[in-house]
């Protein structure tokens, strides 16, 4: 499914050219995927991406937790 793209560089300010690279990777990495390809490689994403914000509320809690002591 990615194993031949490259993933696109992102510069650290994360600019209007990084959003241009990012779609265009996705429009090539789609090019070879069904429908649902493409929807499990969304999911898979999203669901990556929920559990890190939710790694990151969880230090914040323990954070605020340690300050309050």
């Excluded at 490259?6 to 650290?12: R, V, W």
């Excluded at 070879?32 to 559990?51: L, Y």
């Excluded at 230090?59 to 300050?67: F, G, I, L, T």
Aim: proline share 3%; glycine share 4%.
């Amino acid at each position: 499914m990615t194993g031949n793209i490259k993933k696109p560089d992102i510069s650290p300010d994360f600019t209007i050219e990084d959003i241009h690279k990012i779609r265009e990777w996705h429009a090539e990495l789609y090019k070879g995927m069904t429908r649902q390809e493409i929807k499990d490689f969304i999911n898979k994403g999203s669901d990556e991406a929920i559990a890190r914000m939710l790694e990151i509320r969880e230090e914040k809690k323990q954070r605020a937790r340690q300050n309050n002591a």
